[in-house]
């Protein structure tokens, strides 16, 4: 095993290969122009599909290239909510009955939280008798 290892060479120790005759591979400098008076350049390789926008190194700004146009945004279809979920199951006339009905039901005491139920007395607060459950 000593034949095949290194002297005073561990794992993950720096390469032994030198870069005397690598060219490295062509180079592009492209600039780019911040909102924020921010000019940056920035190395793409010659023959890489530069982009159009970059963010700023300094400001997180959307940087837009010296030599180039802004692209076109997309439409980006805005997020569903849980009200309009709700519109595609009902219609308004529909959630207006239902919410009539739970109010009555919250008001009679039926359903909801036990501490609002109940009744204030001369001496102090009682609690209502426990309600039935349906179907028990």
């Given at each position: 095993?000593?034949?095949?290892?290194?002297?005073?060479?561990?794992?993950?120790?720096?390469?032994?290969?030198?870069?005397?005759?690598?060219?490295?591979?062509?180079?592009?400098?492209?600039?780019?122009?911040?909102?924020?008076?921010?000019?940056?350049?920035?190395?793409?390789?010659?023959?890489?599909?530069?982009?159009?926008?970059?963010?700023?190194?300094?400001?997180?700004?959307?940087?837009?290239?010296?030599?180039?146009?802004?692209?076109?945004?997309?439409q980006?279809?805005?997020?569903?909510?849980?009200?309009?979920?709700?519109?595609?199951?009902?219609?308004?006339?529909?959630?207006e009955?239902?919410?009539?009905?739970?109010?009555?039901?919250?008001?009679?005491?039926?359903?909801?939280?036990?501490?609002?139920?109940?009744?204030?007395?001369?001496?102090?607060?009682?609690?209502?008798?426990?309600?039935?459950?349906?179907?028990?």
């Amino acid at each position: 095993m000593s034949e095949r290892a290194l002297r005073g060479s561990r794992l993950g120790a720096a390469s032994y290969e030198d870069d005397r005759e690598i060219a490295p591979a062509p180079r592009q400098l492209v600039s780019y122009d911040c909102p924020h008076s921010h000019h940056f350049d920035l190395p793409f390789a010659a023959d890489a599909e530069v982009p159009a926008v970059w963010e700023c190194p300094r400001c997180g700004a959307e940087a837009v290239r010296v030599d180039g146009d802004r692209p076109e945004s997309k439409q980006v279809k805005p997020p569903r909510t849980h009200w309009d979920m709700l519109l595609e199951r009902r219609s308004i006339d529909e959630l207006e009955q239902l919410l009539s009905e739970r109010l009555e039901l919250l008001r009679s005491g039926q359903i909801g939280p036990e501490h609002l139920h109940r009744e204030a007395s001369a001496g102090g607060k009682t609690p209502k008798p426990p309600r039935q459950r349906k179907g028990a």
